[in-house]
């Protein structure tokens, strides 16, 4: 009987072939509603708590999601991660996550999943163009144009909505992003991967609902702190050359600076500012040894993408 089981268990992985993942945290008073709503559009819903002390994983479950519950706090990343793992063992063709808080329109799904099986594109982002209810404030909307800002100058192709959390993945795109960092900045991340492994990334305009129940689980400076610091952890080590060359170029630049400030000043009243001297000194060689790294980084991260 148990081997049946574990035939039938096994059959029913096998036909899954659209997945939703939802990390959620805290997110009981909206989530019933957000995995009712998902249900019809895909096969399997994977609601993944990120450690709430609500009633997030109960209500999860009662409505027909999976749970998977961290125990703790651990982040957006890491419950993504953790439900896309779920997802590759269950053999999913195309997985698509959105946020637990209402914000997204699971109708639109259709759209999201339909460029991917039609072979069209890898990732498809559900990009915030369309008003819904309720609108976003002016700091949301501030805040979300200097994180697309940031993270479209580290990609070949730009992306309208880069903050988005409303994605679908094809399985290749998936073994891709997989190995993301715990924290808020996985959006950018995941992106910045996709540019890198030379994946079609498209768009879908989509509406975005905001209302009373809406509310970020996270400051937005703390959220907006971790989005750059992710994009600069992916660029230092992607990217070493610019990255590091950026910082090379501005010590020798201000090196220079204040060289060339302290010699017009000595020529011209023959008084010598030793401090100002030291500090240009000092900028140029941090400079040359942040350049020198730049070029070494580059040609080990160049040898090793060639093995």
Known sequence: MSKELATDQTEAKTEISRCAVIPAYN????????????????DIIIVVDDGSDDRTAAISEAAGAEVISLGSNRGKGAALKVGFEQAMDYGASVIVTLDADGQHNAGSIPELIAPIEAGEAEVVVGSRQLTGDGEPSFAR?????????????????????????????????????????????????????????????????????????????????????????????????????????IISLSLLGSGAIFGFDTATHYYATREFWPGKALLSILCLIIGVQFGTIALLFDYFNTWLQRR
Request: proline residues 3%; charged residues 20%; glycine residues 8%.
């Open 27 to 42: 997110e009981g008073r909206t989530i019933g509603s957000v995995v009712l709503e998902t249900l019809p559009y895909v």
């Open 141 to 245: 909307c501030f805040g979300r144009w200097m994180l697309d800002s940031a993270t479209n100058l580290t990609l070949e192709s730009p992306v309208c909505d880069t903050q988005s959390g409303y994605r679908s993945f094809s399985r290749d795109a998936l073994e891709v992003v997989g190995d993301i960092q715990v924290g808020m900045g996985v959006e950018s991340e995941m992106l910045i991967h996709c540019d890198r492994a030379g994946l079609t990334v498209s768009e879908v305009a989509i509406e975005e609902h905001y209302n009373d129940e809406a509310d970020s689980s996270t400051h937005p400076i703390r959220h907006a702190w971790s989005v750059i610091r992710t994009i600069l952890s992916v660029i230092r080590f992607q990217n070493p050359l610019f990255f590091f060359g």
